[in-house]
């Protein structure tokens, strides 16, 4: 019965059900078939023995099974990155740590500049190679306590936690040079803002929209430069 409480436990601590809860629970099952059938009495048989191995095999597959549905509901499937359930889920677990700890982090709004035009010219395909280069490039090159989520079309949002403004400035500004680098042959970049928690706002959406706000204004602002050189 203790490994079941700890089995449930994990459940319930890391929201979890793998291939090893299964097997876990799929063994306790067939032990339990085995001590009620011989009242008490633990009965190392050939059948038994058979009916606790099919027993933790189809726990072990029922808890992979289950593994990949959670992944698929939290993924994005086009960029293999966390999608807007599971950042929002993630961004709620780490306000209300920033909170607790007193930190600041930093959320950072990300846009694709040229994107439509990229879509309508070179076709959607070609626009989806872009949504994923771009999604991998910023997974990939972030600190291990950062995260980021695709909110829906060619806009992602960045998470630096325990971060302030300006060192996530720093980090973002990195970043946006190795993406601007991977989609220069589709004539596509990144315009980003950022905004700080608690200091620019203790109400994450209001966060959220300055962040928003600030990406915009670095989106028009390249704008008239384009103009002008034009």
Known sequence: MQFVKVMVNKMEITGKFDELTGLGLGFVYSLGLVWFHN???????L???????????????????????????LTDPLTKIC?????????AKVIKSAREKQQELAIVMVD????????DELGH??????????????AGNLPEEAFVGRLGGDE???VFTDTTKTEAAFLVEQISKKVDEVLREYNVSISYGIASFPN??????????LADEAMYSMKEAKRTRTRENS
Do not use: E, P, W
């Open 200 to 209: 620019d706002s203790s109400d994450f959406r209001k966060v959220f929209k």
């Open 47 to 73: 059948l038994l023995s058979i009916m606790v191995l099919i027993n933790c095999i189809v726990g072990f597959f029922i808890g992979k099974m289950v593994k990949q549905i959670r992944f698929y509901g």
């Open 112 to 119: 694709l500049d040229n994107f439509k035009k990229c879509n």
């Open 125 to 138: 395909d070609v626009g989806d190679r872009v949504l994923f280069l771009t999604a991998q490039t910023i």
């Open 83 to 91: 999608n807007r359930r599971c950042f929002m889920d993630k961004l």
């Open 156 to 158: 992602f949002s960045i």
């Open 39 to 45: 009242s008490g009495k633990m009965d190392h048989t």
